[in-house]
C-alpha cells in the first residue's frame, strides 16, 4: 500500500481533485464523495498505466501540501498482482 496526499477544492460547478504527490492523477465530481470515488480510480489507472509501460510509480511525499485547497487528505493506493494470458498461434513448419 502506497499513500498519496489528495486534494480537494470545491468549486461553483463541484468539487476538483488532485493526487498532490503524483502527477497527472486528476479528476472532478458533483460533490466531494463523488470526487472521492473519481480521483480513487483515476489514481489506479494512471498507477496501472505506468507499471505496464515499465516506469515507475511516484514516490509518496508526506510534505505535499496545497494551500489553496479545501481539503487535504491521505489517498490509499492498493494494487492487486493479477494474471493475464494471452495465446499465440504458433504457425506449423
Do not use: F, Q, W
Not at 489506479?44 to 481539503?71: F, K, Q
Amino acid at each position: 500500500m502506497l499513500v498519496y496526499k489528495a486534494a480537494y477544492t470545491i468549486c461553483d460547478d463541484g468539487v476538483h481533485a488532485e493526487v498532490l504527490d503524483y502527477p497527472g492523477a486528476l479528476s472532478s465530481g458533483e460533490n466531494l464523495n463523488e470526487a472521492r470515488d473519481m480521483l480513487a480510480s483515476a489514481l489506479v489507472d494512471m498507477a496501472e498505466s505506468d507499471m505496464l509501460d515499465g516506469r515507475t510509480l511516484p514516490r509518496p511525499d508526506s510534505n505535499r501540501t496545497d494551500p489553496d485547497a479545501d481539503i487535504v487528505e491521505p489517498i490509499y493506493l492498493i494494487l492487486s498482482a493479477g494474471a493475464h494470458v494471452k495465446n499465440v498461434a504458433v504457425a506449423n513448419s
